[in-house]
C-alpha cells in the first residue's frame, strides 16, 4: 500500500520559518493537500492541488512538490500555529494520509 | 454556511454493529463525493471510505472492507456509515467530510470542510 511519511516533530520560534516534509513514492505525479489539526479540534485544509491556499487561511502557508517530497511552508510562524499537521493524497481512488507532524512555536 | 454534524457514536461491544449519519446543510450534497476518515486516540488520520455523489461507486480501506458500508440519502441530505463486526481497533473518532474535485474528472481532491467528529469506542 502506498505511504507518506512525515517528520514525527517540527520545532520553530515565533516569526521564523517552518518546513514539514512529506515523502512518498513518485508523489511529484500526484497532487498533494495539507491540513491543520489543532489540539482537541477537526482538522482544516490549508493547502490544496500541491500550491493552492483555501479562502481564509493566511498567506503565510505556502506548499510546493517536487519529486518525491511535498512541502507546508509556514513563513513568520505565529503561537496559533502550533498544531499536528497532515499531508495527503490519492493512491489508485484510496485515500492516503501522512503520519502527521506535530509542529511546536516555542 | 457549509456545517458537517455526525451522529451515533457510543461504546459498542467487540463483535457488535453501529451505525453512524452525518447531516451535511449549506450547500448540495449530490454534488459531492462524500468521505468517512477516522481517527483512533493519539494516533493519526485514516481514510475510512469514500461515495460518488449519486451512490454507484464506493470505496474503502482494506482494514474495514466487508464490515462497514458507507451509504447516503441526498434527499435528506446525509450520509452513512454502517459499522458491523466491530473490533477494538475502530475506536477512533470517526468524522466525515465534503470531497471537493479539481477538474472534470475529479483528477485532485480534498476534504474540506469537515464535521466535529463522533467518538465510537469498541470495548467489552
Known amino acids: 500500500s502506498y505511504e507518506l511519511t512525515q517528520p514525527p516533530s517540527v520545532s520553530v520560534s515565533p516569526g521564523q520559518t517552518a518546513s514539514i516534509t512529506c515523502s512518498g513514492d513518485k508523489l511529484r505525479g500526484k497532487y498533494a493537500c495539507w491540513y491543520q489539526q489543532r489540539p482537541g479540534q477537526s482538522p482544516v485544509l490549508v493547502i490544496y492541488e500541491d500550491t493552492k491556499r483555501p479562502s481564509g487561511i493566511p498567506e503565510r502557508f505556502s506548499g510546493s512538490n517536487s519529486g518525491n517530497t511535498a512541502t507546508l511552508t509556514i513563513s513568520g510562524t505565529q503561537a496559533m500555529d502550533e498544531a499536528d499537521y497532515y499531508c495527503q493524497t490519492w493512491d489508485t481512488s484510496t485515500g492516503v494520509f501522512g503520519t502527521g507532524t506535530k509542529v511546536t512555536v516555542l | 454556511e457549509v456545517q458537517l454534524v455526525e451522529s451515533g457514536g457510543g461504546l459498542v461491544q467487540p463483535g457488535g454493529s453501529l451505525g453512524l449519519s452525518c447531516a451535511a446543510s449549506g450547500f448540495t450534497l449530490s454534488s459531492y463525493w462524500m468521505t468517512w476518515v477516522r481517527q483512533a486516540p493519539g494516533k493519526g488520520l485514516e481514510w475510512v471510505a469514500d461515495?460518488?455523489?449519486?451512490?454507484?461507486?464506493?470505496y474503502y480501506v482494506d482494514s474495514v472492507k466487508g464490515r462497514f458500508t458507507i451509504s447516503r440519502d441526498n434527499a435528506k441530505n446525509s450520509l452513512y456509515l454502517q459499522m458491523n463486526s466491530l473490533r477494538g481497533e475502530d475506536t477512533a473518532v470517526y468524522y466525515c467530510a465534503r470531497r471537493a474535485c479539481g477538474g472534470a474528472t475529479c483528477s485532485s481532491s480534498w476534504f474540506d470542510p469537515w464535521g466535529q467528529g463522533t467518538l465510537v469506542t469498541v470495548s467489552s
Open positions: 461515495i460518488k455523489p449519486d451512490g454507484s461507486e464506493k
